[in-house]
T-cell receptor
Framework: GNSVTQMEGPVTLSEEAFLTINCTYT??????LFWYVQYPGEGLQLLLK?????DKGSNKGFEATYRKETTSFHLEKGSVQVSDSAVYFC????????????FGAGTQVVVTP | DAGVIQSPRHEVTEMGQEVTLRCKPI?????LFWYRQTMMRGLELLIY????????DSGMPEDRFSAKMPNASFSTLKIQPSEPRDSAVYFC?????????????FGEGSRLTVL
């Protein structure tokens, strides 16, 4: 079956620090990969996505590259802000999952001034 | 444009009571998903509909849970009778097509507390 594994949080870092959140996956078929973000008290929202190997998704200074050889989709940001404090979810849809997003457990990120 | 609208935002009830959560998807979206989020289990897909038809309800925990989508602009998730272990945040999400593009639009959630 499909699964997503992401690093446990919380990840605590100072403003302007470099952020990496690791995400690896197992999937049948050819998955598309996603990062969703959940700000406090809100629902999830799509941050970025990549639909095939070697694609790079990017948004709001965040980037992630679809690495088929390592089955990974790590999220990075070069200089975080306090407003990036949130929970980040890695997710996938595979060609045989019929629209069902498979989410990872989520990683809480806390950015301090 | 309005996003996905859920109500109530917060519900506190006593064990054994019936709970009904409501969702209005984004106009024009034809897939609707109900998720439950807890600290212990993370995000769980309960059920999803396409064109108002339930496609997969394998995530519905037990017969106490039921969901309906009588038309394209409204869905309900009902728990009867409720139990303390049902305490969670319930999210509704909608998407275009069958969600194969992966972009789901989430509501702000309904936080349920069962005492």
């Amino acid at each position: 079956g499909n699964s997503v594994t992401q690093m446990e949080g919380p990840v605590t870092l100072s403003e302007e620090a470099f952020l990496t959140i690791n995400c690896t996956y197992t999937a049948t078929g050819y998955p598309s990969l996603f990062w969703y973000v959940q700000y406090p008290g809100e629902g999830l929202q799509l941050l970025l996505k990549a639909t095939k190997a070697d694609d790079k998704g990017s948004n709001k200074g965040f980037e992630a590259t679809y690495r088929k050889e390592t089955t990974s989709f790590h999220l990075e940001k070069g200089s975080v802000q306090v407003s990036d404090s949130a929970v980040y979810f890695c997710a996938l849809i595979s060609t045989d999952s019929w629209g069902k997003l498979q989410f990872g457990a989520g990683t809480q990120v806390v950015v301090t001034p | 444009d309005a996003g996905v609208i859920q109500s109530p935002r917060h519900e506190v009830t006593e064990m054994g009571q019936e709970v009904t959560l409501r969702c209005k998807p984004i106009s024009g979206h034809n897939s609707l998903f109900w998720y439950r989020q807890t600290m212990m289990r993370g995000l769980e897909l309960l059920i999803y509909f396409n064109n108002n038809v339930p496609i997969d309800d394998s995530g519905m925990p037990e017969d106490r849970f039921s969901a309906k989508m009588p038309n394209a602009s409204f869905s309900t998730l009902k728990i009867q009778p409720s139990e303390p272990r049902d305490s969670a945040v319930y999210f509704c999400a909608s998407s275009m097509g069958q969600g194969e593009g992966g972009e789901l639009f989430f509501g702000e959630g309904s936080r349920l507390t069962v005492l």
